[in-house]
């Protein structure tokens, strides 16, 4: 089956400070992968995806590219801001039924 | 402006009582489905359409249920079988296509008092 395996939070760092959250998946099939953000009492909004590999997706600085011979989709972006500290989910899609796996969530918090 | 539309965004729950949660949308996609979202367990499926009159459960379907009679709608229907509801509740949409993302709601928040 699918699964996607993102570390696990919370991630603290100080303001423009350099961003990776690791994301690795396991999926029957070729997926599509993306990264979707959620903020405190909201839905997830999606931030970035890639469809095929070596695919770099990018989004209000943030980029994640698709690497299939490491099976990862890990997320970056090069100075942070406080507005950045929200829960990033890493999900996957191989065309089937139902939709979209999702990995557990990292919490990312920003200080001034 | 299309997008996806949950209601209530709180619902409290009397314990035994069958709650149901709405979710419209207008983009015109085929696939809908529900999550329940808890601290640090990320997203579960609960259940999930591709058409109308037609859907499937997911990994925790037990003590939910669902209908899917338009295509704008897939309102979930939490009952008393369902041992611990309180969670925060998201519906999605998206085409069928296995490249496409699911679209989002605002969520609901479902308590049992």
């Known amino acids: 089956g699918n699964s996607v395996t993102q570390m696990e939070g919370p991630v603290t760092l100080s303001e423009e400070a350099f961003l990776t959250i690791n994301c690795t998946y396991t999926?029957?099939?070729?997926?599509?992968l993306f990264w979707y953000v959620q903020y405190p009492g909201e839905g997830l909004q999606l931030l970035l995806k890639?469809?095929?590999?070596?695919d770099k997706g990018s989004n209000k600085g943030f980029e994640a590219t698709y690497r299939k011979e490491t099976t990862s989709f890990h997320l970056e972006k090069g100075s942070v801001q406080v507005s950045d500290s929200a829960v990033y989910f890493c999900?996957?899609?191989?065309?089937?039924?139902?939709?979209?796996?999702f990995g557990k969530g990292t919490h990312l918090i920003i200080q001034p | 402006d299309g997008g996806i539309t949950q209601s209530p965004k709180y619902l409290f729950r009397k314990e035994g009582q069958n709650v149901t949660l709405s979710c419209e949308q207008n983009?015109?996609?085929?696939?809908m489905y529900w999550y329940r979202q808890d601290p640090g367990q990320g997203l579960r499926l609960i259940y999930y359409?591709?058409?109308?009159?037609?859907?499937q459960k997911g990994d925790i379907a037990e003590g939910y249920s669902v209908s899917r009679e338009k295509k704008e709608s897939f309102p979930l229907t939490v009952t008393s079988a369902q041992k611990n509801p309180t969670a925060f509740y998201l519906c999605?949409?998206?085409?069928?296509?296995?490249?496409?993302?699911?679209?989002f709601g605002q969520g609901t928040r479902l308590t049992v008092v």
């Open positions: 890639a469809t095929k590999a070596d």
């Open positions: 999926a029957t099939g070729y997926p599509s």
């Open positions: 983009l015109n996609h085929d696939a």
């Open positions: 999605a949409s998206g085409p069928l296509e296995g490249w496409a993302e699911a679209f």
């Open positions: 359409s591709q058409i109308v009159n037609d859907f």
């Open positions: 999900a996957l899609r191989t065309g089937g039924a139902d939709g979209l796996t």
